[in-house]
């Protein structure tokens, strides 16, 4: 069930269709066992793929393509989490939130049966003050019978209860039309520019540094702005100036307020981090350069990996590394970071400042060439060129052609190529490698489909 899970995280990059750009983010709050897992496998239309019977196992991934009447967007899910038994009211409010923190729509979810209970109360009333749009799950309302029970959630103050039953479905497409409605119309990034700043999440390991690189950005340039013409900032994100331009990281709250949670901490961080990556569109990951690359800076680096967005990799504390860890770092980097050879390195210190100057054009680099788009003409240029020089090798006598290819979006950059037959992965790989050479993509993953003509 995992791969299912690790694979529909994955879907963007490869769908040539889609809207280019980040997805709106969903959040399903709620209680423990109301059905929020249950939910969100209802939304994503495959069952069992995320539930995992496992007390105590928490769930690397929390996000998950989501798509409903033509219209993508994120669901993030908090159904893996624990709160810690002996103030759940409070935790409960603290995970809700967290999980709004990076929504644009919060489905809080109830049990219609066992009704609106203290904890219920407690993560409406944090909701209502993130002013993010909330909307009212009733669930397990198996039957006709069992929407009575639904008219006393009218206490919460949230409006209409929407009762429906995550397990058998009932109810659940009225659900999400509600939903598509609540929706903010994000204009796709790439093609059409939104405007306004770049959106940058800062992420990484706990004390690798965030807090202090934020507080340096600040301070630097002396202008924390709060506000900018014609955007709205949600309290969770700081605009800062850096380097000239005012950039929004997003969801930085918890790096301003430092705000430390005793129970379910791993997963409140995964949570935060898979919701920033998602409202982003270039990513900065911080590594703490005087450290070993460790398991948790691997799974920040997969969510960053498989997300599609731009990357910069921030190796921090660079006041701390001596030759001798350069020797093993330098190791560590062409061993771990294999995946995203092309993401851009700037060696930092937060504390002293060192290098700090380099971010704001690393991330230019990275959101240019995320949005960068190949004119068909230079494209098939190249292409012929290379398939000429270097063909496909010979299968079985046969050898497929590549004809014809073509950009088929940007945010990032997808390419389709148009062929005689199937392409060895190796030589997909090649073309990738070569396509990154000629046209510079340094700092952004693309996207190669292969569709051999029928
Ligand atoms: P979570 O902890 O909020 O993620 O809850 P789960 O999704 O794990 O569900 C908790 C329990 O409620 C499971 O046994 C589900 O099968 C059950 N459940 C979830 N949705 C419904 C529903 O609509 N009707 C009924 N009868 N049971 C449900
Ligand atoms: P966060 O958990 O990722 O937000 O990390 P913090 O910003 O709280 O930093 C964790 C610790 O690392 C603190 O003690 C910082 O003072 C220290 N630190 C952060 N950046 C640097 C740096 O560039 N050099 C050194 N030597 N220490 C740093």
């Not at 993508?72 to 002996?86: K, S």
Request: hydrophobic residues 45%; glycine residues 8%; aromatic residues 6%.
């Amino acid at each position: 069930a995992t791969d299912d899970v690790a694979g529909a995280v994955a879907e963007p990059a490869s769908d040539a269709d889609a809207p280019a750009g980040p997805l709106p983010v969903v959040a399903v709050v709620g209680r423990p066992n109301v059905g929020k897992s249950t939910l969100v496998n209802r939304i994503l239309g495959r069952r069992q793929a995320v539930v995992e019977d496992v007390p105590g196992v928490t769930r690397d991934r929390v996000a998950y393509d989501a798509q409903w009447a033509g219209r993508r967007f994120t669901v993030v899910d908090t159904g893996g989490w624990e709160p810690d038994a002996r103030d759940r009211a409070a935790a409960i409010a603290t995970q809700a939130e967290l999980a709004a923190a990076s929504a644009d729509v919060v489905l809080l979810v109830v049990d219609a049966r066992v009704g609106a209970l203290d904890e219920d109360e407690a993560a409406v009333k944090m909701l209502r003050r993130t002013n993010k749009p909330v909307i009212l799950v009733a669930n397990k309302v198996d039957n006709a019978r069992q929407e009575m029970e639904v008219a006393g959630l009218w206490s919460l103050g949230l409006g209409e209860p929407h009762p429906v039953s995550a397990l058998h479905g009932r109810g659940s497409g009225d659900l999400l039309d509600t939903l598509l409605a609540a929706l903010p119309h994000l204009p796709p990034v790439g093609d059409a520019p939104v405007g306004g700043p770049r959106r940058v999440a800062l992420v990484g390991r706990p004390n690798v540094g965030k807090s202090s690189l934020l507080n340096r950005l600040a301070q630097e340039e002396r202008a924390v702005v709060d506000s900018v013409a014609g955007t709205t900032v949600d309290p969770v994100d700081s605009l800062v100036t850096v380097g000239g331009e005012t950039w929004l990281f997003v969801d930085t709250a918890g790096l301003r307020k430092r705000v430390n949670t005793a129970s379910g901490t791993e997963y409140y961080a995964s949570l935060r981090t898979a919701g920033a990556i998602e409202a982003a569109e270039v990513v900065v990951v911080l590594l703490d350069a005087s450290e070993v690359i460790s398991e948790q800076d691997q799974r920040v680096l997969s969510m960053v990996a498989e997300s599609g967005r731009g990357i910069v990799l921030a190796f921090n504390k660079w006041d701390l590394v001596d030759e001798d860890r350069r020797y093993y770092l330098d190791r560590e980097i062409e061993r771990e970071l294999k995946r995203i050879p092309w993401a851009i390195r700037v060696n930092i210190s937060a504390r002293t400042g060192r290098a700090v100057e380099k971010l704001a054009p690393a991330l230019r680099t990275a959101l240019h060439n995320w949005e960068r788009r190949v004119p068909t003409g230079q494209l098939n240029q190249w292409l012929t060129a290379l398939v000429q020089a270097t063909p496909h090798p010979v299968r079985g006598g046969r050898a497929p052609r590549v004809l014809f290819a073509t950009q088929a979006g940007t945010s990032p950059p997808r390419f389709v190529l148009f062929t005689t037959g199937q392409l060895d992965p190796g030589y997909v790989r090649f073309v990738e490698r070569k396509l990154r050479e000629e046209f510079d993509f340094e700092g952004t993953p693309i996207d190669i489909a292969v569709k051999p003509r029928a």
